[in-house]
């Protein structure tokens, strides 16, 4: 390859020719526009283009993120409220409960209560009718032991002991067949 | 008052001459500057911050703003040729703008613009065959075979088109401009060329690059059967 530079070999300029130099010039513009973007390319618009899908990722992953944030956030608080109303159900259900447990007891407590009342006056009335018939058969008995001393002392000049114990058994089996007025 | 492109360097290459033209020369040296600065870029963002500013902010507003550039024209599914158009994006931007500097634009000459057109018709093709393979290639021959030659010339008159309309505007630009500063009295030549600089240069020069790559891009997605977001 040699290159010549002398102005009187250098070919006449023109605008504008279709000739084969001019193709020639076609192709070794077409090889610079080949260079000038793989360069710029490499240097220049990719690195930037790639600044910008960087940063447009992490704002997409920050966006994304915060909406899962924020459906977290709405999923938590429809739980808690959702638990909330749980607790005031479930507190209501246990005040009802409390309630008709409290309710059943007053009446299980006054039924017992009643039924002890009953049995202890049951139990006072049987007492004092024992007490009764006690007292009836104790003043029966004083009347008699009374009668007897009184008769024994009157009879005791007329009737010998034999007699007297006959009489005395005899008016204690009349005393046992007489039904006694309360 | 010249138009012409200068031939610089004639190299010999395998018995053939090879023109090093002033266009060529004007585009290693965007090159330079375009590779040079996204290295720099590059090593300055080396530690990107979470919350950016300065340099990383007004990058990422770039490459943002290309994106959506790239959206309205193209489906999300082929955002694989945004490392391309954003160097020629680059590129031609960068080129349109150098004439405020005095440079003669690299897309000032049809050799720049119809290889940038070319290559957005390999991207076409290979983009065509890689996403619909063989539905892509039976459009060539619908509604029926006859209409091949047709069909085919009209797949190549896309990038000439392409070439033709930036080119052209461009060169339009540059010849007026040098029109100007040759014609035009002095005191004219003081202040009034900053505003046509900055409509056919700045103005026009982005609007061109905007045109190329989003009309490149439409060909592009129409290709691979989804253009602005529409799956086919």
């Given at each position: 390859?040699?290159?010549?530079?002398?102005?009187?070999?250098?070919?006449?300029?023109?605008?504008?020719?279709?000739?084969?130099?001019?193709?020639?010039?076609?192709?070794?513009?077409?090889?610079?526009?080949?260079?000038?973007?793989?360069?710029?390319?490499?240097?220049?618009?990719?690195?930037?283009?790639?600044?910008?899908?960087?940063?447009?990722?992490?704002?997409?992953?920050?966006?994304?993120?915060?909406?899962?944030?924020?459906?977290?956030?709405?999923?938590?608080?429809?739980?808690?409220?959702e638990k909330l109303e749980d607790i005031e159900k479930e507190r209501l259900a246990i005040l009802d409960e409390a309630?008709?447990?409290?309710?059943?007891?007053?009446?299980?407590?006054?039924?017992?209560?009643?039924?002890?009342?009953?049995?202890?006056?049951?139990?006072?009335?049987?007492?004092?009718?024992?007490?009764?018939?006690?007292?009836?058969?104790?003043?029966?008995?004083?009347?008699?032991?009374?009668?007897?001393?009184?008769?024994?002392?009157?009879?005791?000049?007329?009737?010998?002991?034999?007699?007297?114990?006959?009489?005395?058994?005899?008016?204690?089996?009349?005393?046992?067949?007489?039904?006694?007025?309360? | 008052?010249?138009?012409?492109?200068?031939?610089?360097?004639?190299?010999?290459?395998?018995?053939?001459?090879?023109?090093?033209?002033?266009?060529?020369?004007?585009?290693?040296?965007?090159?330079?500057?375009?590779?040079?600065?996204?290295?720099?870029?590059?090593?300055?963002?080396?530690?990107?911050?979470?919350?950016?500013?300065?340099?990383?902010?007004?990058?990422?507003?770039?490459?943002?703003?290309?994106?959506?550039?790239?959206?309205?024209?193209?489906?999300?599914?082929?955002?694989?040729?945004?490392?391309?158009?954003?160097?020629?994006?680059?590129?031609?931007?960068?080129?349109?703008?150098?004439?405020?500097?005095?440079?003669?634009?690299?897309?000032?000459?049809?050799?720049?613009?119809?290889?940038?057109?070319?290559?957005?018709?390999?991207?076409?093709?290979?983009?065509?065959?890689?996403?619909?393979?063989?539905?892509?290639?039976?459009?060539?021959?619908?509604?029926?075979?006859?209409?091949?030659?047709?069909?085919?010339?009209?797949?190549?008159?896309?990038?000439?088109?392409?070439?033709?309309?930036?080119?052209?505007?461009?060169?339009?630009?540059?010849?007026?401009?040098?029109?100007?500063?040759?014609?035009?009295?002095?005191?004219?030549?003081?202040?009034?060329?900053?505003?046509?600089?900055?409509?056919?240069?700045?103005?026009?020069?982005?609007?061109?690059?905007?045109?190329?790559?989003?009309?490149?891009?439409?060909?592009?997605?129409?290709?691979?059967?989804?253009?602005?977001?529409?799956?086919?």
């Open positions: 390859m040699s290159i010549l530079t002398l102005a009187a070999a250098l070919p006449e300029g023109r605008a504008f020719a279709l000739d084969l130099q001019m193709f020639i010039s076609v192709g070794i513009q077409l090889i610079n526009a080949c260079i000038l973007a793989g360069a710029l390319s490499f240097f220049l618009y990719k690195p930037v283009r790639n600044i910008l899908q960087a940063r447009s990722e992490k704002i997409e992953s920050q966006l994304s993120k915060a909406e899962t944030d924020m459906l977290e956030a709405d999923r938590l608080k429809a739980m808690y409220s309630r008709a447990e409290a309710a059943q007891n007053i009446r299980q407590m006054l039924d017992d209560c009643r039924r002890d009342v009953t049995g202890i006056k049951e139990r006072a009335f049987a007492d004092v009718q024992k007490e009764r018939e006690q007292l009836h058969l104790e003043m029966a008995k004083y009347i008699l032991d009374v009668s007897m001393t009184m008769a024994g002392k009157f009879i005791s000049h007329a009737i010998d002991q034999e007699t007297q114990d006959r009489i005395f058994q005899e008016a204690i089996s009349e005393l046992e067949t007489v039904p006694w007025q309360h | 008052m010249d138009f012409n492109i200068d031939n610089l360097w004639v190299l010999q290459v395998g018995g053939q001459e090879v023109w090093i033209t002033r266009t060529i020369l004007n585009t290693w040296i965007i090159m330079a500057f375009l590779i040079v600065a996204a290295i720099v870029i590059n090593v300055l963002l080396r530690n990107p911050s979470s919350t950016p500013k300065g340099l990383q902010n007004a990058m990422e507003m770039i490459v943002e703003v290309f994106d959506g550039m790239l959206k309205t024209a193209i489906d999300p599914g082929i955002m694989y040729v945004g490392n391309w158009y954003f160097s020629v994006f680059a590129f031609i931007l960068v080129s349109n703008f150098s004439g405020v500097l005095g440079f003669r634009p690299p897309t000032a000459d049809w050799a720049t613009t119809f290889a940038l057109a070319m290559a957005t018709l390999i991207l076409i093709q290979v983009v065509g065959i890689r996403h619909r393979k063989g539905e892509y290639i039976k459009e060539f021959f619908s509604p029926n075979f006859v209409f091949f030659p047709l069909n085919l010339i009209g797949e190549l008159a896309r990038p000439i088109s392409l070439s033709f309309r930036l080119f052209g505007n461009i060169l339009g630009g540059m010849i007026l401009m040098t029109l100007v500063y040759s014609l035009a009295p002095i005191f004219v030549r003081i202040f009034f060329p900053v505003f046509l600089h900055a409509i056919f240069d700045i103005f026009f020069g982005a609007l061109q690059t905007y045109i190329f790559c989003v009309i490149s891009l439409t060909f592009v997605g129409a290709a691979a059967g989804v253009v602005s977001g529409n799956a086919e």
